[in-house]
């Protein structure tokens, strides 16, 4: 998917919370029946960096709190806040299912929408994520418009492993969804199926998205493949890491690890999609921890959240 450009304009305010009569002088009430398809439109713009659709239908003092540390306190704030996202890659929402907490009346004035949803991001964007959120949506009618007052929403990520928490949902989901990629990539000739890795005197031809890790063995490495197959090469680790491409990278002196086959962490050990166990040095568990977090959430820190 191409990046969206965002369409808000930072120096827009939208006077009030008022909506504008109708020719006939009297306001026209939108149906209660649309606000579960309004709030969906509203949230999958947002998410595809079009900002106006929830500026217009937020209350001046919409609390908005977002998955990770993102809150934003009333319409001025999200004004202020929303340039520092435009970085961001363009999200994509897909299997939405929006509905009513309770059953309002017809005639309510106040109603709360809960829906859940599936996060992609395109395939050209750099950060690839994939990720299972649900938003709770208070609104009320004001001037005969449907608006939020109130949008919370979350991760389902909160793997708790001890005392860790670790985004397995989101890890899980993002390897499905980079294997896809990569796959129907391969398959259409854009990406290199295969990686060359060895010496002038030995080099062996591999598909990366297939090696869960390489051990150091001596002067040797041990390629181990999803398949359960071995491949050793007479290469020391050091230099055969150079040659991987950037989902590997070194949790131990003697393990490089393809992130993109991690499942989930706990105290001092890695655990792959084949529950393969790698150990973490002690010194270094803080940083193989955060960035793993990093890598699976897309660049979202979840001991921010």
Same mark, same amino acid.
């Given at each position: 998917?191409?990046?969206?450009?965002?369409?808000?304009?930072?120096?827009? !305010? =939208?006077?009030?919370?008022?909506?504008?009569?109708?020719?006939?002088?009297?306001?026209?009430?939108?149906?209660?029946?649309?606000?579960?398809?309004?709030?969906?439109?509203?949230?999958?713009?947002?998410?595809?960096?079009?900002?106006?659709?929830?500026?217009? %239908?937020?209350?001046?003092?919409?609390?908005? /709190?977002?998955?990770?540390?993102?809150?934003? @306190?009333?319409?001025?704030?999200?004004?202020?806040?929303?340039?520092?996202?435009?970085?961001?890659?363009?999200?994509?929402? %897909? @299997?939405?299912?929006?509905?009513?907490?309770?059953?309002?009346?017809?005639?309510? =004035? $106040?109603?709360?929408?809960?829906?859940?949803?599936?996060?992609?991001?395109?395939?050209?964007?750099?950060?690839?994520?994939?990720?299972?959120?649900?938003?709770?949506?208070?609104?009320?009618?004001?001037?005969?418009?449907?608006?939020?007052?109130?949008?919370?929403? #979350?991760?389902?990520?909160?793997?708790?492993?001890?005392?860790?928490?670790?985004?397995?949902?989101?890890?899980?989901?993002?390897?499905?969804?980079? *294997?896809?990629?990569?796959?129907?990539?391969?398959?259409?000739? @854009?990406?290199?199926? *295969?990686?060359?890795?060895?010496?002038?005197?030995?080099?062996?031809? &591999? $598909?990366?998205?297939?090696?869960?890790? /390489?051990?150091?063995?001596?002067? %040797? #490495?041990?390629?181990?493949?999803? $398949?359960?197959?071995?491949?050793?090469?007479? &290469?020391?680790? @050091?230099?055969?890491?150079?040659?991987?491409?950037? =989902?590997?990278?070194?949790?131990?002196?003697?393990?490089? &690890?393809?992130?993109?086959?991690? #499942?989930?962490?706990?105290?001092?050990?890695?655990?792959?999609?084949?529950?393969?166990? /790698?150990?973490?040095?002690?010194? %270094?568990?803080?940083?193989?921890? !955060?960035?793993?977090?990093?890598?699976?959430?897309?660049?979202?820190?979840?001991?921010?959240?």
């Amino acid at each position: 998917m191409a990046a969206h450009t965002s369409s808000y304009d930072a120096s827009h !305010r =939208t006077p009030g919370d008022a909506a504008p009569a109708s020719s006939a002088g009297a306001l026209q009430r939108e149906p209660l029946e649309q606000l579960p398809a309004i709030v969906e439109r509203v949230i999958a713009s947002y998410y595809a960096k079009d900002y106006q659709p929830l500026l217009d %239908r937020a209350t001046s003092d919409c609390i908005f /709190i977002g998955a990770g540390n993102m809150v934003f @306190n009333g319409r001025d704030d999200m004004l202020r806040q929303l340039p520092e996202i435009e970085t961001a890659p363009s999200i994509f929402l %897909r @299997n939405a299912r929006f509905g009513f907490v309770g059953r309002p009346s017809a005639d309510a =004035t $106040d109603a709360t929408v809960y829906g859940t949803y599936r996060l992609f991001t395109g395939a050209r964007e750099p950060v690839l994520l994939a990720a299972k959120q649900r938003i709770t949506v208070c609104c009320s009618l004001v001037d005969g418009i449907w608006k939020a007052y109130h949008v919370h929403s #979350s991760n389902e990520w909160n793997e708790l492993v001890g005392e860790d928490v670790f985004p397995l949902q989101i890890s899980m989901e993002t390897y499905a969804y980079v *294997r896809g990629i990569l796959q129907a990539g391969q398959r259409a000739g @854009n990406l290199p199926t *295969r990686v060359a890795l060895g010496t002038s005197k030995a080099t062996r031809y &591999v $598909d990366p998205t297939q090696v869960l890790y /390489i051990e150091a063995d001596g002067k %040797r #490495s041990t390629l181990h493949l999803a $398949d359960g197959d071995t491949i050793t090469l007479n &290469v020391l680790l @050091n230099d055969i890491q150079p040659q991987l491409p950037g =989902t590997f990278f070194r949790v131990h002196r003697s393990f490089v &690890v393809n992130s993109a086959q991690v #499942s989930g962490i706990r105290k001092f050990t890695l655990e792959l999609s084949d529950g393969t166990q /790698i150990p973490i040095p002690e010194r %270094r568990y803080s940083i193989v921890r !955060r960035e793993m977090a990093l890598r699976v959430t897309g660049g979202l820190d979840p001991q921010k959240s």
